[in-house]
Structure formats: C-alpha cells, structure tokens
C-alpha cells in the first residue's frame, strides 16, 4: 500500500529552522495534493501548508512568510523549511498525500508524524 515517511523534526531553539521531510511510496499513480498538519496537545490537528500537483501553494497565515512547502520535482517527496520557529509551531506534524493508487478515485494517506519542539 501506500506509505509515507516523514523524518527532519527534533528540538530547536526560538529562531531557529527545520526542514520537514515526507517520502510517498508504493503503488502510486497520481499524486494530486501534498500536505502538512501540525496537532498540539489539546488542540486540533490543523493545515498548515500544502502544494498541489501543479504546484499552487496555500498556508496557514501565522506561518506565511516563515514556512515554504515544496516537493521534488519527479518523486514523491515533499519538504517543509520553517524558518524564524516560534514556541507556538511546537507540535507533532504530520504529512498528508492525497493520491491515486489501485482505485479510480483518490485517497488520503497519512504519515506517522513527527515532532516539533521550539523551546523558548
């Protein structure tokens, strides 16, 4: 099946970066929709960023300017550089990939996530 990897969180300072890394493999044919959500404890898992297959971007406004989604240009990897981190991006991530596999529609498939923690 398909299955996403997301690697690139850990433990940073106020100010400081982290790029966000998710590898989509499998039996992928179409990838229409690469995302990336966050969920704090007690909080909502909310979208943060996502890039569509023809790259068209969209953020979640406390991160315009600090956050840039991208992916690779003939896998199925997509990236998130934060930049300027504050305490409040402090969460677990998770990675998100709407895609087309055995089936005419899409389906959305999810990464394990992983965690994000700016100290103050």
């Known amino acids: 099946q398909v299955q996403l990897v997301e690697s690139g969180g850990g433990l940073v300072q106020a100010g400081g970066s982290l790029r966000l890394s998710c590898a989509a493999s499998g039996p992928i044919f179409t990838i229409n929709v690469m995302s990336w959500y966050r969920q704090a404890p007690g909080k909502q898992r909310d979208l943060v960023a996502s890039i569509t297959s023809n790259d068209n971007t969209d953020y979640e406004d406390s991160v315009k300017g600090r956050f840039t989604i991208s992916r690779d240009s003939a896998g199925n990897t997509v990236y998130l550089q934060m930049n300027n981190l504050k305490p409040e991006d402090t969460a677990v991530y998770y990675c998100?990939?709407?895609?087309?596999?055995?089936?005419?529609?899409?389906?959305?498939?999810w990464g394990q996530g992983t965690q994000v923690t700016v100290s103050s």
């Open positions: 998100k990939v709407t895609a087309v596999s055995r089936t005419i529609w899409a389906k959305d498939y």
